[in-house]
């Protein structure tokens, strides 16, 4: 049933995949790495213009290490959860100072660069190098649980009972498993959706466990959707917002007008300096150099 599966997705993606610029040919690893930090928990709508100008900018990872963190996190701009900015920035140097400035092809290698867990390390390999490995994104697990378990959502954390049953879904020949991980992750986005799946549009939604069993709803943990306004995250924001505008240190007195709550303020400045995302100095603050 699994192959059957994998040919029916791999011919839809074909005619209906997103003409997305990193899965364009010629797209480098290095490429691929920088959109794979940047989706990370954000939309691809949100990401295009700025993975553009990264690729524009560092189209090498030596040409982001040469410059100082503080120019990544700048130029990360409101994509959200700007750690990945420095993670990234980290990895740049890696891979210049460990790697003869090339992203290794090497799975273990790609796991050991800075901000790069066992999916990113996958997806690199997968996208860049072509290799057959688990690409396991929100996404896919969605798909491959669905069709294959006919549960609505798969659990919190991967268990090995979830690796396996997705094993069944990896072709053998790499070329074949990378585009199968590229068209499961395309399913997912456009078509087989958390919230709101167009069961009607799916080319395997005759062979769906999901559908079949007459879509049963989750019985697992409530899912929480993630707010943002008036949180200590949206008042992180609104303090790097101001240091990406100004080229030098901006007094405290001053940087505090970002935000109302002089406590929430106080707590947000001194999470971003433990996280090395801003910089303290007599001065005042600025981004890291």
Do not use: K
Request: charged share 20%; net charge positive; aromatic share 8%.
């Amino acid at each position: 049933m699994n192959s059957a599966v994998v040919s029916a997705v791999l011919r839809w993606y074909g005619s209906e995949a997103r003409d997305l610029p990193w899965r364009r040919p010629g797209t480098t690893p290095w490429q691929i790495m920088i959109s794979e930090f940047m989706l990370q928990q954000t939309p691809v709508a949100r990401v295009l213009e700025p993975w553009q100008r990264w690729v524009d900018r560092w189209p090498v990872p030596a040409a982001l290490a040469a410059e100082p963190s503080g120019e990544a996190v700048r130029a990360w701009g409101r994509l959200g959860y700007p750690r990945r900015a420095l993670r990234l920035h980290r990895a740049a140097v890696a891979i210049d100072q460990d790697h003869d400035g090339e992203v290794p092809a090497d799975l273990a290698a790609l796991r050991a660069l800075p901000g790069v867990g066992d999916y990113t390390a996958a997806a690199v390999a997968g996208f860049g190098f072509g290799q057959r490995h688990l690409v396991l994104d929100t996404n896919v697990r969605r798909v491959i649980t669905r069709i294959g378990a006919g549960v609505q959502y798969p659990a919190t954390s991967l268990s090995a009972a979830e690796r396996a049953l997705a094993e069944t879904f990896l072709p053998r020949q790499a070329p074949r498993a990378a585009r199968w991980a590229a068209a499961s992750m395309e399913l997912g986005a456009v078509v087989c959706t958390a919230r709101s799946p167009r069961c009607d549009d799916c080319p395997v939604r005759s062979r769906c466990a999901w559908r079949a069993a007459g879509y049963p709803a989750w019985a697992g943990p409530p899912r929480l959707g993630q707010t943002y306004t008036g949180t200590d995250r949206q008042c992180r924001g609104a303090v790097l917002a101001v240091l990406r505008e100004r080229d030098e240190p901006v007094p405290s007195e001053e940087l505090a007008t970002a935000w109302p709550d002089h406590d929430q303020f106080e707590r947000a400045l001194a999470g971003l300096l433990a996280d090395g995302l801003i910089s303290e100095g007599p001065a005042g603050y600025a981004l890291p150099i």
